[in-house]
């Protein structure tokens, strides 16, 4: 920051641009996987600590402003049920929340895929496989109603290095590898990934290549951008599909989506039915269920209405409360009624169980300038 030298940082560099670089040193083509190797799988702190290239060159890398690009983990906040909220920051000081939710309770005999070793040997540990919740924009412009993180509104996009690297920060502290570590990830943090597209499908290209996450693995959720559901169809190396539906008609989307006033329910349903899906994939739909609002029985008639011919599944949410946000949460059995109606007519719902409530963590709750209450600084580490 205090030099006037150009900095490049290595975390969300392709092997081709890294390979440009090395050998404009003169260095063989090879150091171009030793450099990948090093960052992305042992996620070495400095490029001073690549212990397989020459002494000479991690010199001159760092002479050149060459870093890892390691972003900062500003705080951290842990849940009673072992969900983690990491905030980080970036070199500007812009800032994001990403989060760590284990699940299972390491009693899993495994599935055949994983030997129940991770980087750090075979620790016991209390789960068996994590999702990681990314986020892929400062703040977000969609505006949401009952969405906190609407009420930052955007500041910028993240770099798909600032993406690939809130990733490996959070792998990094919880000492875990994939693939020997079983992760999933989901790009349903901060923002809107398909309004940062670019950016987001080269961190999950690199993801793929360089972390060992496999696409499978990921979900990546849009408000409904239509253009770019079509593109997203198109890519050869995509993860899931999940689009936030939200409302049964359009009157009530656009009151609590304004993007439905530009991408209605038709168009946005036309594009799920377009999809081109993989064998055995569904479109995941999410649902937030919020009290006297869109939790009716007549609510979910509609729903039924409009995932007719989609391979859909659905996953109701009942609203997380927070400051500023006016509505309230849905009565359990409002929830189970609402799913019910799903069900019998043939449409895999689910309940999505609130993860790490008590910190803000959860599903619209990412908003950093959230305030813990007294309680909660015990637990900050
Ligand atoms: N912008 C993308 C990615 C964020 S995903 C999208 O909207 O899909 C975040 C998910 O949390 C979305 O499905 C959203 O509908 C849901 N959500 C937002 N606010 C919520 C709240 N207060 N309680 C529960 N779920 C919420």
């Keep these: 920051m205090v030099t006037g030298r150009s900095h ?5 560099l392709e092997h081709d641009e890294i ?19 090093a960052v992305y799988r042992q996620k070495v702190e400095s490029a001073e600590q690549i212990s ?73 540990r209390n789960w068996d496989r994590a999702t990681i919740c990314v986020s892929s924009q400062v703040g977000c412009a969609v505006d949401c109603q009952f969405c906190l993180t609407a009420l930052l509104g955007i500041e910028r996009n993240l770099t798909a290095g600032e993406i690939v690297a809130q990733v490996c920060a959070v792998l990094k502290d919880q000492k875990v590898s994939p693939p020997e570590d079983r992760i999933n990830l989901v790009f349903m943090g901060m923002g809107e990934p398909f309004l940062n ?7 999950v290209r690199l993801l793929v290549k360089y972390v060992g996450i496999a696409e499978p693995r990921m979900t990546v959720s849009t408000a409904g951008i239509v253009p770019r559901i079509h593109d997203f169809g198109l890519e050869p190396t995509r993860p ?4 936030s539906l939200n409302a049964s008609n359009d009157e ?17 349903l036309a594009a799920a039915r377009d999809f081109p899906l993989r064998p055995r994939e569904r479109i995941t739909f999410e649902y937030v269920l919020l009290r006297e ?35 309230a949460t849905p009565a359990d059995e409002r929830v189970l009624t609402f799913q019910k109606i799903l069900r019998k007519a043939g449409i895999p719902a689910f309940v999505r169980r609130p993860r790490g409530r008590d910190i803000y963590a959860a599903c619209g709750q990412l908003k950093r300038t959230v305030e813990i209450q007294p309680a909660m600084e015990s637990q900050m580490l």
């Excluded at 390691?70 to 909220?85: A, C, H, L, M, Q």
């Design 197 to 203: 597209y670019d950016n987001f499908m080269k961190a």
């Design 252 to 268: 009530l989307r656009s009151r609590l989506m304004p993007l439905n006033r530009k991408w209605n329910l038709e168009k946005l």
């Design 293 to 327: 609002v869109n939790d009716g029985a007549e609510h979910a008639t509609e729903v039924v209405e409009l995932l007719r011919g989609i391979r859909a599944k659905l996953n109701l949410i009942a609203l997380n409360p927070g400051p500023g946000i006016g509505f």
């Design 52 to 124: 397989t290239l020459p002494q000479q060159f991690r010199q001159d890398l760092e002479g050149q402003g060459v870093s890892v690009g390691w972003p900062r983990i500003e705080n951290k906040f842990v849940s009673e049920d072992g969900t983690v909220r990491y905030l980080i920051a970036f070199a500007d000081g812009q800032s994001v929340e990403t989060v760590w939710m284990p699940e299972g309770d390491g009693g899993e005999a495994g599935d055949g895929s994983e030997a129940g070793d991770s980087a750090e040997g075979n620790r016991a």
């Design 8 to 12: 490049t940082s290595l975390l969300g």
């Design 240 to 243: 899931k599909l999940a689009i």
């Design 19 to 37: 390979a440009a670089f090395v050998e404009q040193a003169g260095e063989p083509a090879y150091r171009a996987q030793q450099i990948l190797d």
